[in-house]
């Protein structure tokens, strides 16, 4: 069976890896945004929001480069909604952080604005495989 996790949406082209995923390349951006933010968070965070944060950001990339590394169709789908969970989780420790005064309003809209952008990219391919499984 062909694998069409592979192939481009609406084309034939076969994807060479998994950084040519638009929805992992963006997922990955805003991981690194969420490192830089959290540098300014307080010291006794560290071990704390700090640590949770950045790695449930570091999830997101992660486990789809994991399940496009799978092969299997069924383990991309659990891989992507993995990710999608960690992306909520993402979302609830950075209004956390907001509320907490750690992150200013601005920085906290556009990584919310990118929580958002990941996370319709997620869904896209979690919906259009579902059918095909």
């Not at 907001?98 to 319709?120: C, F, K, N």
Request: net charge positive; proline share 4%.
């Amino acid at each position: 069976m062909e694998d069409p996790k592979r192939r481009r949406e609406g084309e034939n082209q076969l994807l060479s890896s998994y950084k040519e995923l638009n929805v992992w390349k963006k997922a990955y951006a805003f991981c690194l945004s969420v490192y830089y933010v959290t540098r300014s968070f307080p010291r006794t965070e560290v071990y704390g929001l700090t640590s949770q944060v950045r790695r449930a950001a570091c999830s997101v990339p992660s486990n789809i480069a994991e399940g496009y590394g799978r092969h299997s169709t069924a383990d991309y789908i659990r891989s992507l909604r993995i990710a999608y969970a960690s992306l909520c989780e993402v979302e609830t420790q950075l209004m956390l952080a907001t509320d907490l005064d750690y992150i200013p309003a601005s920085e906290s809209a556009s990584l919310l604005q990118s929580v958002g952008d990941v996370e319709r990219m997620l869904q896209a391919p979690i919906r259009s495989l579902d059918k095909r499984v």
